[in-house]
Protein backbone atom coordinates (compact mmCIF):
# COMPACT_ATOMS: atom_id res chain seq x y z
CA UNK A 1 0.00 0.00 0.00
CA UNK A 2 2.70 2.25 0.86
CA UNK A 3 4.54 1.86 -2.26
CA UNK A 4 1.36 2.59 -4.39
CA UNK A 5 1.02 5.92 -2.74
CA UNK A 6 4.83 6.81 -2.89
CA UNK A 7 4.68 6.06 -6.86
CA UNK A 8 1.58 7.89 -6.98
CA UNK A 9 3.02 10.94 -5.10
CA UNK A 10 6.16 10.75 -7.76
CA UNK A 11 3.65 10.52 -10.83
CA UNK A 12 1.83 13.49 -9.80
CA UNK A 13 4.57 15.63 -8.74
CA UNK A 14 5.96 15.39 -12.99
CA UNK A 15 2.93 15.86 -13.66
CA UNK A 16 1.54 19.78 -14.64
CA UNK A 17 -1.80 18.61 -14.09
CA UNK A 18 -0.91 18.13 -10.03
CA UNK A 19 0.82 21.33 -10.10
CA UNK A 20 -0.31 24.15 -7.62
CA UNK A 21 -2.61 26.86 -9.22
CA UNK A 22 0.22 29.29 -9.02
CA UNK A 23 2.38 27.26 -10.89
CA UNK A 24 -0.13 26.36 -13.77
CA UNK A 25 -0.32 30.25 -13.95
CA UNK A 26 2.72 31.38 -14.30
CA UNK A 27 3.88 28.81 -16.59
CA UNK A 28 0.76 29.71 -18.86
CA UNK A 29 1.24 33.15 -18.83
CA UNK A 30 5.56 32.43 -18.96
CA UNK A 31 4.38 30.11 -22.46
CA UNK A 32 2.44 33.12 -23.90
CA UNK A 33 5.46 34.89 -23.63
CA UNK A 34 5.19 37.04 -20.21
CA UNK A 35 8.91 37.32 -17.94
CA UNK A 36 9.06 34.23 -15.79
CA UNK A 37 9.28 36.54 -13.15
CA UNK A 38 6.35 38.70 -13.63
CA UNK A 39 4.60 35.71 -14.50
CA UNK A 40 4.93 34.26 -11.25
CA UNK A 41 4.81 37.65 -9.28
CA UNK A 42 1.13 37.08 -11.01
CA UNK A 43 0.27 33.69 -10.48
CA UNK A 44 1.41 33.99 -7.09
CA UNK A 45 -0.74 37.18 -6.52
CA UNK A 46 -4.11 35.80 -8.14
CA UNK A 47 -3.35 32.46 -5.94
CA UNK A 48 -3.36 34.24 -2.95
CA UNK A 49 -6.16 36.46 -3.66
CA UNK A 50 -8.93 34.71 -5.55
CA UNK A 51 -10.56 30.92 -4.56
CA UNK A 52 -10.00 27.90 -6.98
CA UNK A 53 -13.50 28.29 -8.62
CA UNK A 54 -12.80 31.81 -9.23
CA UNK A 55 -9.34 30.86 -10.79
CA UNK A 56 -11.44 28.65 -12.51
CA UNK A 57 -13.83 30.77 -13.76
CA UNK A 58 -10.83 32.92 -15.24
CA UNK A 59 -9.23 29.95 -17.24
CA UNK A 60 -12.30 28.79 -18.81
CA UNK A 61 -12.95 32.67 -19.72
CA UNK A 62 -9.37 32.98 -20.75
CA UNK A 63 -9.37 29.65 -23.06
CA UNK A 64 -13.13 31.05 -24.48
CA UNK A 65 -10.53 34.61 -25.31
CA UNK A 66 -7.25 32.48 -27.00
CA UNK A 67 -9.96 30.50 -28.98
CA UNK A 68 -10.79 34.29 -30.75
CA UNK A 69 -7.25 35.73 -30.48
CA UNK A 70 -6.05 37.09 -33.16
CA UNK A 71 -2.72 36.26 -31.62
CA UNK A 72 -3.13 33.37 -29.70
CA UNK A 73 0.82 32.78 -29.33
CA UNK A 74 1.02 35.98 -27.05
CA UNK A 75 -0.98 37.45 -24.13
CA UNK A 76 -0.86 41.01 -22.71
CA UNK A 77 -1.94 42.50 -19.39
CA UNK A 78 -4.52 44.34 -21.96
CA UNK A 79 -5.69 40.74 -22.56
CA UNK A 80 -5.49 39.42 -18.97
CA UNK A 81 -7.81 43.01 -18.06
CA UNK A 82 -10.35 42.19 -20.72
CA UNK A 83 -10.63 38.17 -20.59
CA UNK A 84 -11.38 39.55 -16.37
CA UNK A 85 -14.25 42.33 -17.15
CA UNK A 86 -16.00 39.87 -19.04
CA UNK A 87 -16.51 37.92 -15.75
CA UNK A 88 -19.29 38.54 -13.89
CA UNK A 89 -17.70 38.01 -10.39
CA UNK A 90 -16.36 41.72 -9.59
CA UNK A 91 -13.51 40.59 -7.69
CA UNK A 92 -11.63 38.88 -10.25
CA UNK A 93 -10.75 41.53 -12.83
CA UNK A 94 -10.14 43.86 -9.23
CA UNK A 95 -8.16 41.08 -8.34
CA UNK A 96 -6.09 40.64 -11.64
CA UNK A 97 -5.69 44.53 -12.50
CA UNK A 98 -3.97 45.02 -9.04
CA UNK A 99 -2.09 41.91 -9.54
CA UNK A 100 -0.89 44.25 -12.80
CA UNK A 101 0.13 46.62 -10.56
CA UNK A 102 1.95 44.72 -8.07
CA UNK A 103 3.95 42.67 -10.87
CA UNK A 104 4.81 45.85 -12.75
CA UNK A 105 3.00 45.16 -15.81
CA UNK A 106 1.74 48.48 -17.30
CA UNK A 107 -1.69 48.43 -19.64
CA UNK A 108 -0.70 49.42 -23.10
CA UNK A 109 -3.79 51.54 -22.58
CA UNK A 110 -2.37 53.26 -19.59
CA UNK A 111 1.65 53.82 -21.69
CA UNK A 112 -0.77 55.80 -24.11
CA UNK A 113 -2.59 57.93 -21.56
CA UNK A 114 0.52 58.82 -19.56
CA UNK A 115 2.07 59.49 -22.84
CA UNK A 116 -0.80 62.09 -23.61
CA UNK A 117 -0.29 63.66 -20.38
CA UNK A 118 2.78 64.38 -19.92
CA UNK A 119 3.94 64.50 -23.75
Known amino acids: MRFSFVVAASICATLTACASPQER ?4 LAGYGLERARADCV ?3 LQS ?3 LSQ ?3 LSRAAKAYRA ?3 N ?3 ITIDDLLIISSEIRDPKIPLTVAKSAGRCGLVPLGF ?3 SRALLG
Open 55 to 57: LLE
Open 25 to 28: ISDT
Open 68 to 70: RDP
Open 43 to 45: GGY
Open 111 to 113: TDL
Open 72 to 74: PKA
Open 49 to 51: ELS
